[in-house]
């Protein structure tokens, strides 16, 4: 055997007995209980929960990864680093999460989950939201009033039900219908806009000012009511 073969053989050799010296020192280390398997089930657990037994109604500011659930009571979930920054509080039988004075309005990104009551009201200021239906059942009622920031309904695998879904939004906010069906839908629109993308509407309310936006698929504008208006 020449000797540049020789040299590449053991080369390859050192290597393998590198790879297996590795293996074996990592499968003692995970028999020994310091390493755990990964399994798609396992999930982050929350850094701060609060419930609110008698709450019905939340404002949320400032805050930019916001999924809403519906829920037996107002329950707020906090995930993640910035759970420090957020300050949750009740007034009143009013719950406002937002963040904190000392972080300047600073963005929080790290999620939060919200459960609220069917037909409770909730409010939002400059944050980003995306509300989640129950698997297979339908909403009674939600109600928003959002002033910028991001409204979005949205579920994965199946639509986001709601039998009456009232939304108020102001100074530019996006409400956007991703994957909904709504019974009836009340929107009033100021300087804000209104996408639908996949939703199917029985019945729809429209109040809009000049300076909105409005994008409906043409089979659910045919499902407006007639006291549907236009103002400056």
């Keep these: 055997m020449k000797k540049s073969n ?7 050799l050192t290597i393998i007995l590198i790879l297996v010296a590795v293996h074996v020192a990592l499968y003692a280390r995970y028999k020994a209980g310091n390493y755990k398997a990964y399994t798609e089930k396992q999930t982050e657990e929350a850094t701060n929960v609060k419930e609110f037994g008698n709450a019905r109604q939340i404002d949320i500011r400032n805050l930019k990864n916001v999924i809403v659930r519906v829920g037996d009571r107002l329950r707020v979930e906090q995930f993640g680093e910035d759970a420090n920054n957020i300050m949750l509080v009740e007034r009143g039988g009013a719950v406002q999460l937002s963040v904190k004075d000392s972080t300047n309005n600073e963005q ?25 239906g129950l698997q297979g059942q339908s909403i009674k009622g939600l109600n928003f009033s959002t002033s910028g920031g991001y409204l979005n309904f949205q579920q994965q695998k199946n639509m986001v039900q709601i039998d009456s879904l009232n939304v108020d939004a102001t100074n530019n906010a996006t409400i956007e219908l991703n994957n909904a069906r709504v019974e009836k839908l009340s929107v009033r629109l100021n300087g804000s806009e209104l996408i639908d993308k996949q939703a199917v509407i029985n019945r729809l309310n429209l109040n809009a000012d000049s300076a909105s936006r409005i994008n409906i698929q043409s089979k659910n504008l045919l499902k407006l009511t007639t006291n549907t ?3 400056e």
């Design 108 to 132: 929080v990104f790290d999620y939060v989950i919200v459960y609220i009551p069917e037909n409770s009201l909730v409010t939002s200021y400059n944050s980003y939201l995306r509300v989640e």
């Design 229 to 231: 208006t236009a103002y």
């Design 6 to 12: 020789k040299i590449l053989l053991g080369g390859l």
